[in-house]
């Protein structure tokens, strides 16, 4: 952390990305494709009708691999269920992509890097997207 700012954006997504070992280039696709459609944005009404592409939004991608932290036993997490960093950039990286392709203005933040991340949450709402469920 040496104070540069690495991304900006305004309304939108905060991503926090994990990799599993086995997850592929279709994996980042279908999950890029179904952050782009998910209705979680409020329409005219208030409700959450309209995907991030309808409301404008924009996306900030962060990887984090200790979403996979496994804590079932003992009292400190366990990693050995994350991809290894070269896989996970790799699909981190086609994530982005993606999501880019699909129409959401897409900010990176840096792979591998301890990052201060700050989040002004409008909601609250926050969603787990597991590929495994879809």
Not at 18 to 34: F, H
Not at 37 to 50: H, S, T, W, Y
Not at 67 to 79: E, I, N, Q, T, V
Request: hydrophobic share 40%; charged share 25%; proline share 4%.
């Amino acid at each position: 952390m040496d104070g540069e700012q690495v991304a900006l954006i305004g309304p939108g997504l905060l991503i926090l990305l994990g990799v599993a070992p086995d997850d592929g280039e279709a994996t980042a696709q279908k999950l890029a494709k179904k952050t782009s459609e998910l209705r979680i944005f409020e329409d005219e009404a208030g409700k959450m009708n309209r995907s991030i592409v309808e409301a404008g939004g924009e996306s900030l991608v962060v990887s984090q691999f200790t979403l996979y932290a496994d804590c079932r036993k003992g009292r400190r997490p366990s990693f050995t269920n994350v991809a290894k960093p070269d896989h996970a950039d790799l699909l981190y990286q086609g994530f982005c992509k993606y999501l880019a392709e699909f129409g959401v203005p897409t900010c990176q933040g840096r792979f591998g890097k301890r990052m201060l991340v700050s989040l002004e949450n409008d909601g609250p709402v926050t969603i787990v997207l597991d590929t495994l469920l879809f």
